[in-house]
């Protein structure tokens, strides 16, 4: 099994900076997309950016240009650099990894347990 563990979520001031991390612990695994979702209260859940494996990343038009994701695949662990912070970008925010524990055959979807992110007026 491959279990998500986040962290660095909290409470800042709009224009402020945060970086969330999450780490794949667990068996060995092979690991193809990592990516941070984002769930509002009374809205659904939108991802939010999304790296591969070779390094390619994607982004919500919403975070383009504030937000960079990375990912270091030496240590299973993707990053995402929150600048610029908003209001609107209050939410829980989750990890989302898409990988093959060794010895299964096919790939599953898994989720961290989700980070609360606080952006103040």
């Known amino acids: 099994q491959v279990q998500l563990v986040e962290s660095g979520g909290g409470l800042v001031q709009a224009g402020e900076s945060l970086r969330l991390s999450c780490a794949a612990t667990?068996?060995?695994?092979?690991?193809?997309?990592m990516a941070w979702y984002r769930q509002a209260p009374g809205k659904q859940r939108e991802r939010v950016a999304a790296?591969?494996?070779?390094?390619?990343?994607n982004y919500a038009d919403s975070v383009r240009g504030r937000f960079t994701i990375s990912r270091d695949n030496a240590k299973n662990t993707v990053y995402l650099q929150m600048n610029r912070l908003k209001p609107e970008d209050t939410a829980v925010y989750y990890c989302?990894?898409?990988?093959?524990?060794?010895?299964?055959?096919?790939?599953?979807?898994?989720w961290g347990q989700g980070t609360q992110v606080t952006v103040s007026s």
């Open positions: 989302n990894a898409n990988a093959k524990p060794l010895g299964a055959v096919y790939y599953n979807t898994y």
């Open positions: 667990g068996s060995a695994s092979t690991i193809n997309i």
């Open positions: 790296v591969i494996s070779g390094g390619i990343t």
